[in-house]
């Protein structure tokens, strides 16, 4: 029988950052030594206190189906931690607890966009974004800044963007893959445009815990009740506690949005699994010290890695604020020509001739809307990021 898939997966791409890392992880299965600068999670384990709460959990009970929405324990406990962190007042039915912040947006786009809507993602911007809006029918905008402003969002350009079919601007701050942590005044220009137009403003938060050098991060939904009302925020355990693999992420949204989706997370994965929102509860209720532990971790190899990128001929970078990545330029490589005697043409050939010749693991920027760029993680060891940007440096300074 010839196997025909659904036509709507003919739309959608897979994540070039889960195949890159696949790829990586398959060629060390084979014996080859890959230095992956690739993966978007943190390298360290769980909090152990987090760990034991799970386990607890589970003799406890946990084994059991809960409300789609989360438990009710961890849903008050999410809306408290909201409130404190962005410091207005947040209700559990505003709340809802998804198998990760991807399901939340999942969920967010499938409730709100129709087909034909456009969603403007200020870019360079996560893969997923612009993927799972044009699974939901709607058409994703790409709105670019760009390095020399160290790719911090543009309101001109994005207000520029927006048409009559435009329903919802997405923002994530710090970025991923940027590392840019945007400012106030920009970010107050975006709320004006979202109220004046009538747009829904989706904030995708999983990397607030993480700025570094003064940066601050600044919740939109803070300027004033009106912007408040139209701000979805998705944020969640994944990056911040190390928790990537227990799948848990949150939703704020108007209690009228939570039940949409509610709806179709009912008829999906139901509820997320109880022991992780066990685990997540105890992330969030119990002791903090591990997040600026581990923040301060990154930040050290941060500046490795910044240093050590500006270090190689040929490439410049943009100093990232926040998150675990930095994004340089590459562009200067393209059209050079490998020891094999292959044109380097663009940056998905430039980060298979890294693997192949280098064995470092890195992601083309095109997976981001910026082609010139590659995404390297810093989430990784300091001794990684040495071993993998000297590779990189060496395999660079071979082009001609
Ligand atoms: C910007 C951004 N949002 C959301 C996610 C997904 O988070 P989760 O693992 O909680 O689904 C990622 C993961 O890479 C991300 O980079």
Redesign the pocket.
Known sequence: MRTRLANRLSVVAPSM?VKVTALAAEMRARGVDVVSLSA??PDFDTPAHIKEAAKRALDAGATKYTAVEGTPRLRQAVAAWLAKAHGFPVAPAEVMVSA????A?HNAFHALLDPGDEVLLPAPC?V?YAEIAKLAGARPVPVLSRPEDGFAIDPARIAKAVTRATRMIVL?SPS?PTGAVFGEAALRAVADLAEHHDLWLLT?D??RGLCYGGARFVQPATFGPEIRRRTII?D?V??SYAM?GW???FCLAPPEVIAGMATLQGQSTTNAAAVSQAAALAALEGPQEDLERMRAAFDERRRLMLAGLRAIPGVTCVEPKGAFYAFPDVASFFGKQTPAGRTIRDDVALCEHLLEAAQVAVVPGSAFFAPGFVRLSYATSAANIEKGLSRMAKALAELR
């Open positions: 950052t978007g999670e990760g912040a991807k399901q947006i996560w997923s994530s991923n995708d999983v990397y998705v969640g994944s990056k990537t799948r848990i992420g």
